[in-house]
């Protein structure tokens, strides 16, 4: 059993309860939606990181740890078409970080993150952890006279766009993997480009921005972020919907870093940008009428037109060719 199919099992058990009438969604998608009165929902999301197995302690300054916690729920409300409002935080502590520096620093990442979309911290919990430092991220957010955009809204025909650019965060990994380190710049004249893409990894940018004008101006039919990577997240999205798509692989937005630095280092920046996750950009569906009402850019960040939704099946077209996108992004099991 995956995680998704142990999800898809809770799931069932939490359906098969009923609901309520003040439930809008609950599991299966970024953040689960609450009524609060006619014309205003909250959405809530909860992310947890583990040592040694979302991040490493070794690899991941504090601060970049902090703002990558908050950081990877914003994302979530941002794939709601929703406003991020409010934030708890739980915390398990192993002894030799308490009296360290290591939570002011991992404060203040977190801090500085929300200030800029004055989210209000409100609470969360602290227990001691065994040797492993442990965080959940729950991030609150509201939709105002505006419905949530789902992953389920996908119509066939519907066009496939992308925020930013695909495949930094995994190769910032594979940089790590290799030894690269963010507060270790060495004199080589890639240096630059190495320590933008280990940012990509250890502090990628929610696009809260792009998430509030789709929703607030009805412009996407679906939505989701790319936290396990383009294969599974697009699978996820048309699952929801009961649709297929097609992605046109010569216009993903590769990052042109990782093209740069990605052919010296046997990478295949094509498969990074499929299948290589946490790139935290948007993942969203157009009718064809409203792709024209689209903005250019939102805060500097462009998007892409990558492909169009089918009836079924999920294929790649490169060139003349079509093959089958399988779901091979990050796994837990
Ligand atoms: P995301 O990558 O957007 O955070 P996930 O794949 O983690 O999404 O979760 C998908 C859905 O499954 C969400 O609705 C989430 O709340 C739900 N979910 C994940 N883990 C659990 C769990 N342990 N119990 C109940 N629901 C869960
Ligand atoms: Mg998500």
Redesign the pocket.
Known sequence: MNEFEF?AR??AQAESRGSRSDLVRG????A?VLKQFAGRETVI???LLVEGVDFNRDTSPPRLLGHKALAVSLS?IAAMGARPRWALCSIGVPPQLWDSSFLDEFYEGLFSLADRYDVKLIGGDVSRAAEKFVVDSIVLGECENQPPVFRSGAKVGDRLFVTGALGAASAGLRLLERGARINKATKDHEWPSIEALLLRQLAPEPRVGWGLVLGQEHLTTAMI?L??GLSSDLHHLCKESGVGAVVRSASLPVDPLVTELCGRRALDPLMLALHGGEDFELLFTVAPENAKRLPRKVDGIGITEIGEITSKGIRVSEGARVWKLKPEGWKHF
Not at 27 to 30: E, P, S
């Open positions: 999800i809770i799931r599991i299966g998608d970024d689960a999301t909860t992310d979530d972020d936290s396990d």
